[in-house]
């Protein structure tokens, strides 16, 4: 997703302070004085003592705890109906592909500190692997559903149930865990944030060409990771060459890299493609206004962006423990965007300055969205399937005041096409970490 906000980073130090909140510390005194009752020559009737539980992010040895195989036998329905908890029922969820630090960074491998570093974070590392996992699974169930005669509509419907389902979201607050944001169903030249709204009739085609965006979040930790689909094999140069420019962001990207750096690799890359269509030879675009961008808990856009071509005066580097965001957009159009078409992506605005809402309708909405969205993107569709259905006035009233953003669809020129792929990173002390690899 590839909305930009200016928000303050979230810091390490912030980092440990939030993932303490409400997580089980390790005690060792229980389980030493349950061993020393034992002891004691009362012939009281023995009770059962069970053995010290363990903070999630340490093993008994002290190491990092690797998830088990998923339950051997369980296999995931279509569509899922399955949560991924039950694959894992010991709690600890799957890493992504782990790829080494290099050259001045090698020695983050094997560093024993850094790795004590690590296990402070765990609590965190393992609700961003729990939404990679559903991300995968749900991203799996899409990709055999899009196909040409289905509705954008029912395709995202079906999409975001399955999300909720599969990470239990149904009848907790949708801030606990769920859809990070309205998912992206983006056609031909229309680049990002369209999202059908309730009725749309828009059918799918042989000809389009379709980015899907997901997102995926467990306590706020957040998985942002798109695609794209085309059925015609002529669109193929154009998705491979974008596939390819995302490919290599990823493997750019590491701590103390400049972000401008990565910026200007994508774009040799991307533009060393071309693509023929009707007859005529177009030069794949990168889009260069729009970008990746770093994550914090409960926020998308985290302050910092990753430009997808050179001469961006981002001299900004990429720290430790930061979650990237790594998108690529490529064009046979202009290679920029513009805002049209009916909005359906809004967010509240963060630390917005004091309004007076007037209106009983707009208060009442507010508060809905405070309640069930706080800083994560919203769609007009779940204020619909939320009982919040005669929301237009209000919506816009609380648009008007600054306290809520729009976000509409943005577009290079008609008649152009364009492609889309995102992955999410976590920058960890010892490695880089490809929480969403392809499956």
């Not at 794949?284 to 961008?293: A, D, E, T, V």
């Not at 508060?367 to 919506?395: P, V």
């Not at 096409?417 to 929480?435: D, G």
């Amino acid at each position: 997703m590839t909305i930009e906000k200016t928000m303050p980073i979230v810091q390490p130090e912030q980092l440990e302070e939030e993932d303490e909140q409400g997580k089980i510390a390790i005690n060792l005194e229980n389980g030493v004085n349950g061993e020393s009752e034992k002891k004691k020559k009362k012939k009281k009737k023995k009770k059962k003592t069970s053995t010290p539980s363990l903070q999630v992010g340490v093993t008994a040895s002290g190491e990092l705890p690797t998830a088990d195989a998923p339950v051997p036998g369980l296999v995931q329905t279509t569509p899922p109906t399955i949560p991924v908890s039950k694959f894992y029922p010991n709690g600890v969820y799957p890493h992504g592909e782990i790829c080494e630090y290099k050259d001045q960074h090698s020695y983050r491998t094997t560093s024993a500190e850094l790795r004590d570093q690590e296990k402070l974070f765990y609590d965190t590392i393992n609700d961003v692997r729990r939404a990679a996992e559903v991300h995968k699974q749900v991203r799996s169930f899409v990709q055999g559903m899009v196909k040409p005669g289905v509705t954008l509509l029912n395709l995202v419907e079906s999409l975001e149930t399955a999300t909720k389902t599969l990470v239990e979201a149904n009848g907790l607050n949708p801030l606990n865990a769920g859809v990070a944001f309205p998912t992206g169903l983006s056609i031909n030249n229309i680049a990002a944030h369209y999202s059908p709204n309730t009725g749309d009739k828009i059918v799918l085609k042989y000809d389009d060409v379709l980015k899907v965006d997901i997102g995926t979040h467990v306590n706020g930790r957040i998985i942002d990771s798109a695609f794209t689909v085309n059925f015609n094999p002529k669109f193929d140069p154009l998705r491979l060459a974008v596939k390819e420019a995302t490919n290599t962001g990823i493997r750019e990207a590491g701590i103390d890299v400049r972000l401008c750096d990565i910026g200007a690799a994508i774009q040799e890359v991307m533009e060393s493609h071309e693509i023929e269509l009707d007859g005529k030879v177009h030069q794949i675009k990168p889009i260069r206004n729009l970008c990746g961008h770093n994550i914090a808990q409960y926020d998308i856009h985290a302050g910092k962006s990753v430009p997808i071509v050179k001469g961006s005066t981002e001299s900004v580097k990429m720290e430790e423990n930061e979650f990237y965001a790594i998108e690529t957009f490529g064009s046979t159009g202009k290679g920029v965007v513009y805002e049209d078409l009916e909005c359906s992506h809004y967010m509240k605005v963060k630390n917005a300055p004091h309004a007076t809402i007037r209106l009983a309708r707009s208060k009442q909405l507010y508060h809905h969205i405070s309640k069930n969205y706080g800083t994560l993107c919203f769609a007009r569709r779940w204020l619909d399937q939320s009982g919040e259905d005669k929301h237009i006035m209000a919506l816009k009233n609380l648009c008007d005041l600054g306290l809520i953003d729009p976000i509409p669809p943005l577009v290079d020129v008609k008649g152009s096409y364009t492609a889309q792929f995102e992955h999410t990173l976590l920058l960890r002390p010892t490695c880089k970490e490809f929480l969403d690899d392809d499956d």
